[in-house]
Every structure is written in C-alpha cells, then in structure tokens.
C-alpha cells in the first residue's frame, strides 16, 4: 500500500468518527433536554405536593391598613387581626370591606373582591363620608361602615347588603325600599293639559310657583312660602293631574337644566301590620326628600288618596294605628320648615276624614277644592281630548256641542229624599267628571274604529258615535256610591246641605 492509498484510508476513518461524534453530540443534547424537562416537571410535582401538604386557606374582611405598609387589620374568625401582607401584593388592591385570602402563618396573600351575599338593611341616614345608620326589617339600627362601592352612592333609603359581624355594607339592592312607595321623576304634565280648572290652577300657581320665582319678593315682605296644600273634591275631576302639572311648571321655571323633584307616594303601600313599620317609611320619605332638596332645587311630596292612612285620630276600629302615623307626618312637615324647597301636596275625595291637625294653617296652609266641571268646563275639556289630529266626520265644535248636549241632557238618576221630608232628584248630569269625559271620548274612538273595520265609515268621529258613548258611559257609570248609605249621594256630587235620609234609584 502506497502512502496515497495509505492517507485516503485514514480521511475516511476521520469522516467517519467526526459523523459518530455529530451523532453521539445530538444524542447527548436531546438526552440532556429530556432530562432538564423531566427535572421540572419533578418540580412541579413536588411543588404541588408541598401545596396539597399545606393548610387550607381561611378567608377574612380587610377593615384597614396598619402603619406599617406590610400589616393590615384583618376581621377572622370573629375576631379582628392585626396581620401581615404579602409583599407581592399591591396595597392599592386592598379595600375596607373586601374578602380577603389568609395563608400559613395567616399572611394576605390574595384579594378577592367583595362579598356577594348577606343580610339586607335600610340605610337610615349618612354619617360622615363612611358611615351610616343602617336599620334591619325587625326595625333595630346599627352603624356600618361604607365599602368602597358605596362610598359614593349610597343615600337614604337604599337597601344595602351589611356583614354584621364585620361592621361593613359593601353592596347597594337596586330595587330600594323607598323606590317601591313612590317614583322618583317629573311628569309630563302641563297646565295646558288641564281643561275645566282655571281658577284652581290660578291659586296654585300664586301660592306654590311664586316663591320659586320670585323669591327676593318674599324674603323682603318676610313671607314664609307654604309648606303644602290639600286638593280635595269628587274623584275624576283632576286632583293629581294639578299635582303633576305643578312640578312640570316648576322645573321649566327652574331653567339652567335643573328639575323638579316629583315623589308621588302611592298612600296605601305605606301600610304595614308591623308596629312603627308606617312611620318608618314616612321618615325615609321625607329623609329622600330634604337630601334631594339641599341642592336647591324644589321637591314636591305628593300623597295621592291621602285620607288612606292618615284618618282623624280616635276613629280607628281595630289597631287605631292612625294615633302614630298621623303624629309622625306632623312631625316630618314640622321638621321641613327649614328646607323651604320642601312641597306637600295632598289629594282626597274623602277631605272629612282627614284628621284636622294635619289640614290646620303651617302645615297644609291651602286647600283648594275641585269641584265637578260646569257645562262651559266641560266644552274646555272635550276640546282636551277632541283635536283636530283625531279623525272625525265632521266640524270639531259641532262634535263639542253635541256631546256636551247629551251629557246634560236632561236623564233623572237618583230620586233623594232629605230630613225635612222635602225631595230632590240628581240627574246623569250632576256626576260629571273629568275622568267620565276621557272616557266617553276613547268610547266614541271606538265605534268609530268599530265601524271602519266593518266599512260602515271611514270618515272618523261623528256626532252619533259620541252621543251613543255618552249613554253608554252613564250606564255603565262606576263614579256612583252604595244606596244603601244615602249621604254618599250628597257628598259624590260635591254637594253641601240638608242631610239625606232615603235614595231611590231612577235610572
């Protein structure tokens, strides 16, 4: 073998030994990464046996931080704590009132947000920018703090979600207590909509509108405006539209974009079998409504069917809870003496059975009585609801004229028989309302569809569909009391006088 052959044998011996160590080199690397992966995973698994050897975890409200940025005041196992936080914890994440995780050696180890379930109270009243009076459904109060989503929502009445033990309300319920008696809104009411009632309106207008519009007038005359004033009269003739007109005509006085605040308390809700359950609710009322009205703003109380639950004292048959509720009310209008923007209006067709205190001048100063409207009263308010963007068949005034015609027209009802042996008869005509004229209109609306569909008219309203309406409204009239008390006749028509001993129906 010459030194060629000799030289050519030992390059291929080195190619072939440099391809087993490439080889034995991508070996060891692959070996070396399965190794270092199973050593990790060796960890993991270790890691997660020491966790699973550890204790469980307790869990606690966070009250405060402590001087020291890594210790906080922690209420656990109903006790409160002063505990250390895990430096890998953001003390911006923690909170008064929030659920906390404790780990081994009772350490903040985890924030975990707010609670979601506890027991429900009735925020009576802020205290400070944290606090609050808080009252259960037993009536018994307690002062809470505030968490911090309340901090800046919550306000009287609201139902709150408290932890007792804790001290903390931390969650707001939407549907309050207080918001399930009245609503909170300004109607869209206006005087305009109001036929029939101009000098009422009148009254209204001089004795609640002019301190909001003139107020300089009053301060310079000393004049103190009125706290409220008591509607009255038959039902249907435009009690609580007046009301709701009133806070729409103070709101656009108001200007600037401001409203009027309208509670429109719903009477019989506030009834409640549990004693000092009633006046409770009255506090929260008039609570919402001087916290509404410290902005300067006017709020107006309006008590619909008022004679419900604040009757004359002494006239009640069975808990004669009238001697509690009535004195709380007095309390409450008393107590809105220095919040001048503070309005009560009452509205009743049963003004008898109001006990007298609440109806003396300084607390309802003004009672204007809605009587039923007159024949020209009731032109004004058909042309209320019959406008030319109803469809009729013929002139608007002529519709007017005959509906007004056949509502008076001359159709006994009620024969009564007075004390002094003399008798009066009423007709259809002496129970007229304000509410019976909307109704006699929407029932020639009717026909008039009825006979549309049918292909009788198409032309709209006609002078026979609102007299056929009519008659059938007095027929069908519920505005008419029980002949088995006769002085209810008397009194629905608005009348005064001799007292009714007997009634005879004629209809």
Known sequence: MNDADSASTQSGMEREIQRENAALRS?????????????????????????????????????????????????????????????????????????????????????????????????????????????????????????????????????????TRSGFAFERVDKTEVNQLFLEEVPDVTYADIGGLDSQIETIRDSVELPFSNPELYRAYDLTPPKGLLLYGPPGCGKTLIAKAVANSLSAQIGSGGTTHFINVKGPELLNKFVGETERRIRLIFERAREMASDGRPVIVFFDEMESIFRTRGSGVSSDMETTVVPQLLTEIDGVEGIANVIVIGATNREELIDPAILRPGRLDIKIRVSRPTREEVRDIFSRYLTDSVPHAEPIAALIDAAVDALFAPRPFVRLELVDGTAEVLHYRDFVSGAMIANIVDRAKKLAIKDHIAGASTSGVTVEHLRAAVRAEQDESEDLPNTANPDEWARITGRRGRRVVAAEVLG
């Open 27 to 163: 070996r060891n690397k692959k070996l070396a990464e399965l190794l270092k992966a199973s050593r990790d995973k060796l960890s993991d698994l270790t890691t997660q046996l020491q966790q699973l050897e550890e204790p469980a975890s307790t869990y606690g409200v966070y009250l405060a931080a402590a001087r020291n940025p890594h210790e906080a005041d922690v209420f656990t196992s109903g006790r409160r704590m002063r505990v250390k936080v895990s430096p890998l914890i953001d003390p911006g994440e923690l909170h008064p009132g929030m659920v906390v995780r404790l780990g081994d050696g009772t350490v903040v180890v985890e924030p975990c947000g707010f609670e979601r379930s506890g027991q429900l109270a009735t925020v009576v009243e802020r205290i400070g920018a944290d606090r609050a009076v808080v009252a259960d459904q037993q009536g018994g109060e307690s002062l809470v703090l505030l968490a911090q989503p309340l901090l800046s929502t919550a306000r009287a009445g609201d139902t709150v979600v408290v932890d």
